[in-house]
């Protein structure tokens, strides 16, 4: 019978968030797959687990998944552990997965620390409705559309950002949203946590005037719905009524539909619309 793939997730930071289940599952596999081995093996040491392990990261993903995959096929069980946190989360993990279920491999996750989702609960930001985008593209141009994209999102944004990076994006994130609030979280579950509510304004003078240091979770307040109403009726109103149906009625809408899609647009009545256009006739 073919393997299994385990994904484990491991501390961000305070050794004691290692579940049971994972230390148990790490012990019993054949074979662990590590981003870094020499980071890896002091986590395994922590818990007197001798299994051995390979590396697997960013640049050798596809080579060594298949080679991952071939061991699962002939019968070996295989841990899948990132540096900290759960694998596949703005990391490699997600290829060997997704390769996995192509290759017909079973592959299970077993729960644990994510820092996403840890800063999320300490932002003090909606939590409902919140997306994910991890580490923004080194790409200028797949930078700037990601960015572009975040100016109307209504979900509360997490981003991931390196210390020596941080200023740039705040940088980048004020000038195209505003003055949004923000969380700042780094060094979650160790010693030092540190959780700051702000502004981005005020985040930006902050760090411009003391180093960043340590890995950081931005958690960003997305554009509220009332904003982005009024924005819309703000576009619609540098319009004429008429260019307004003429819109509309070229989309295809007949001219009664026209006529109530553009009092609502315009947080106006219909009977206001249509006195506009026929007067007393």
Known sequence: MAGMLYLCATPIGNLQDMTPR??????????????????SIRLLSAFDIHTPMTSYHEYNKVEKAGRLI???QA??????????GTPAISDPGEALVRMCQ???????????????????????????????????????????????????????????EAPHHLIKTLKEL??????????????????????????????????????????????????????????????????????????YEKSGMDSKTAMKQVAKDRGVGKREIYQYLHGNE
């Open 22 to 39: 994972v230390i148990e599952t790490l012990k019993q596999v054949d074979l662990i797959a590590a981003e870094d081995t020499r980071n």
């Open 70 to 72: 071939a061991q699962m």
């Open 75 to 84: 019968g070996k069980n295989i841990a899948l552990i990132t540096d900290a």
């Open 102 to 160: 192509e290759a017909g491999i079973a592959v299970t996750s077993l729960p644990g620390a994510a820092a996403c989702i840890t800063a999320l609960t300490l932002s003090g930001l909606p939590a409902r409705r919140f997306c994910f985008e991890g580490f923004l593209p080194a790409e200028k141009k797949e930078r700037k559309e990601v960015l572009e994209e975040l100016v109307n999102e209504t979900r509360t944004i997490i981003l991931y």
């Open 174 to 247: 004020a000038e195209l949203l505003g003055d949004r609030n923000v969380t700042l979280c780094r060094e979650l579950t160790k010693k030092f946590e540190t959780v700051l509510p702000t502004s981005l304004y005020k985040a930006l003078e902050k760090y411009e005037g003391e180093e960043p240091r340590g890995e950081y979770v931005i958690v960003l307040a997305g554009k509220s719905r009332e904003e982005k109403k009024q924005e819309a009726i703000a576009a619609w109103e540098s319009m004429s009524i008429e260019e307004h149906m003429a819109y």
